[in-house]
């Protein structure tokens, strides 16, 4: 079977589309520069000030459609456009050029945007350096006003088409909602993006990071966009696209039919209860998780709450809200959120004004909110707040923990913050549970001496992995040596979870391992009671809980933990996995 063409890149929305391509070009194009005479000039000024008006409304009307079709989590960022389009610190710097050299707004915006650019490509984050798709949407809005052109309207795309694009800005992202978008491919992008988030929770299937495809689709009339692989095949021959229209059509019907038993309990063959969670990022995420069937919330990312209001910070009030809605969501259920994760790879610029030269061993997780107290002080009497309110079970859970002194310093804090509140008038929970994230080697060596200080474990087996092998799954050079199922890794969780029985504590693994069907039997057998994955999985992991014994997941795991490799560990679980599935006759796409 042939085609004329494979692209790679990341696939960040599960899926697959096929349709004609609509490409648009969004990066900016340079523009002529004009010179004034003095006369001129302030009337220039005054053209761009009217100008940046323009995009404030223009964005403000973004920010209310993206309130009625993908949440008020999502209008937080056009909020923050109509800021940055209104900043007369950037507005101030174009004035000054435009008066300095004479001349037109247009050029002397494309001049300061080129220098802030140049800034923004300095950082050291990934996270910071992608925000630079934030400036170019905001100074693409600047410029159509100077110009007096109209945004790009993707509603009126036909039916199925798939936008291709250099970049795809988050104003032209939320115009996907719209429904006639079948998927999206860019150039530029990835995971951490707006756009990204904004196709995630559309549904949209999308691939990212795709070098060239602007030009590969010069006179594409087809073309396939697999958001699992990361595959983009332009014109495909017949037989193809047949076979990946079957491929969808099972998607979907696999996605009902999972969807279907998303109310049973996930228990085994012979009675094992196990607890299904939701691992959470935005709060728009809600819906789809309890439509999953989950049991709670095992994993908020507090961070998403930094991320969308930066550079502004979230206040205490504004946290208390988000807090409190998760727990309304999900009465009576436990509700676990992670205290700020940031730094490493996701810098907090306004809390840590230099990039480090090794900040995955840095200051991040725990240590950066230890290192500053206010920020620290006001997520904590937020969680104290929410917890009072009485909806659920609030579990707060702490990163990055490798020394017992971390915990008890977070104790300390915990209880004077306490104390605060209830000086203020505030009332108290009457039940708070606090538990750390294992993600680090000396924290599942020192497992005894911790659960002595926390209600519960979460074991982070992303992070886990990666400071256990000493490699980073982002280096493209080393990649492959990131291998989840590397013995190593497997005995520490195996170490974590006998410890955590033995104290008679709860624990729960939140990492991309929960949602992987060659885990589940291994860790079910671990005695793991607890996953936290993300919604979309919650149905596939519930119907392979329910295919498997305690008995039998118990000697995969055994023998699991003997062997020596990490290719051995998969190719046996693969072995055992394709078995289990082949007698229960479960179809699930591994």
């Not at 795709?210 to 983009?232: N, S, T, Y």
């Not at 990490?566 to 190719?571: F, S, T, Y």
Request: glycine share 8%; hydrophobic share 45%; aromatic share 4%.
């Amino acid at each position: 079977m042939s085609y004329s063409r494979m692209l790679v890149g990341l696939g960040v929305s599960p899926g697959i589309a096929i349709g004609p391509p609509l490409v648009v070009e969004n990066r900016p194009q340079p523009v002529l520069r004009l010179f004034l005479s003095p006369d001129r000039v302030e009337a220039e000024v005054q053209r761009l000030h009217e100008a940046a008006a323009r995009a404030a409304m223009a964005l403000s009307d973004l920010a209310a459609q993206a309130r009625t079709t993908v949440g008020h989590e999502y209008a937080s960022i056009f909020e923050a456009h109509r800021l940055m389009a209104e900043d007369p610190t950037l507005l101030s710097q174009v004035e000054e050029r435009i008066r300095r050299e004479s001349a037109n707004a247009e050029w002397a915006l494309q001049e300061v945007i080129q220098v802030m650019l140049g800034q923004f490509e300095g950082l050291g984050d990934v996270y910071l350096r992608e925000r630079r798709t934030d400036l170019l949407d905001v100074a693409a809005q600047l410029q159509r006003a100077l110009q007096g052109r109209a945004s790009p309207r993707l509603g009126e795309a036909p039916d199925g088409a798939i936008l291709v694009a250099d970049d795809i800005p988050p104003s032209q992202a939320i115009q996907l909602s719209s429904g006639s978008v079948g998927g999206f491919v860019s150039e530029a992008g990835g995971i951490t993006s707006h756009t990204t988030i904004i196709a995630k929770s559309l549904g949209i299937p999308a691939v990212v990071g795709v070098a060239q495809v602007v030009p590969a689709m010069e006179r594409a009339a087809m073309v396939i966009v697999d958001g699992f692989e990361g595959h983009v095949i332009v014109d495909p021959e017949p037989a193809l696209v047949q076979v990946y229209r079957l491929r969808a059509e099972e998607y979907q019907q696999r996605q009902r039919e999972l969807l279907a038993t998303a109310h049973l309990p996930a228990t085994t063959v012979d009675g094992r209860p196990v607890e299904l969670l939701a691992n959470i990022d935005l709060l728009h995420e809600i819906p789809a998780a309890k439509a999953g069937g989950a049991g709670g919330v095992g994993l908020f990312r507090s961070e998403f709450l930094f991320m969308q209001a930066s550079p502004v910070l979230p206040d205490e009030d504004q946290q208390v809200e988000a807090y409190s809605q998760l727990l309304e969501a999900f009465p009576g259920q436990p509700v676990t959120v992670r205290t700020y994760d940031l730094g490493g790879k996701k810098l907090a610029r306004e809390l840590l004004g230099n990039p480090e030269d090794n900040p995955v061993l840095g200051l991040r997780g725990v240590r950066l909110c230890l290192r500053k107290p206010e920020f620290f002080r006001t997520q904590l009497r937020a969680l104290l707040r929410a917890a009072s309110r009485g909806q659920g079970l609030l579990r707060i859970m702490v990163p990055l923990i490798g020394h017992v002194e971390e915990v008890k310093t977070v104790r300390v804090l915990l209880a004077r913050y306490g104390e605060e509140l209830r000086a203020e008038g505030h009332p108290l929970p009457d039940r708070l549970q606090v538990g750390v994230m294992i993600e680090v080697p000396s924290a599942a060596l020192i497992a005894k001496h911790l659960a002595k200080e926390v209600d519960f474990f979460a074991i982070g087996t992303n992070d886990l992995t990666q400071y256990t092998l000493a490699v980073d799954r982002a280096n493209e050079y080393v990649s492959e040596l990131y291998r989840p199922f590397h013995p190593a890794v497997l005995r520490l969780i195996h170490r974590v979870i006998a410890v955590a029985h033995d104290a008679q504590i709860t624990v729960s693994l939140c990492g991309e391992m929960a949602a992987d069907p060659l885990a589940v039997p291994v860790l079910v057998g671990m005695g793991l009671r607890e996953f936290s994955l993300h919604p979309a999985a919650l149905p596939v992991v519930r119907r392979l809980v329910r295919a498997l014994s305690f008995r039998e997941a118990r000697r995969i795991a055994n023998r699991a933990l003997e062997l020596a490799t990490a290719k051995e560990v998969e190719e046996y679980l693969l072995e055992q996995l394709s078995a289990l599935l082949a007698h229960v006759k479960v179809r699930i796409r591994l």
